[in-house]
């Protein structure tokens, strides 16, 4: 028996929130600029999970920050990225966010 229905809470909400991220950085930080530099560049070097070494194996110019560990898991680079990754989301998030409220419930 599903006791949520399709869509348990704590899913929805990182489904809301994924998908609103990705509406802001695709549709509205493109347009604005700071300095001569995009939002969307300084979004993406602020917020997404840069490699520290390029494929070389020469340590990258990019930086490392402590908050990308969380924020990179709601950053996608188009439509099909952020689709495939809810459906995948969906598939097996609600599954386990169910097995989890049964198990403590």
């Not at 348990?8 to 300095?35: C, D, E, R």
């Not at 602020?46 to 490699?51: D, E, M, V, W």
């Not at 920050?65 to 952020?82: D, E, K, N, R, V």
Request: glycine share 6%; no cysteine.
């Amino acid at each position: 028996m599903r006791r949520f229905g399709l869509f348990p809470p704590v899913l929805k909400a990182l489904m809301v929130t994924n998908v609103v991220v990705f509406l802001v950085q695709y549709f509205m930080l493109s347009i604005f600029h700071v300095g001569g530099i995009s939002l969307e560049r300084l979004f993406m070097h602020y917020f997404a999970l840069q490699p520290i070494y390029d494929g070389t194996g020469i340590m990258a110019t990019t930086s490392f920050y402590p908050w990308q560990l969380i924020t990179y898991q709601f950053m996608h680079a188009g439509f099909w990225h952020i689709f495939f990754n809810m459906f995948m989301l969906w598939m097996f998030g609600s599954e386990l966010e169910e097995l989890w409220v049964a198990e403590n419930f």
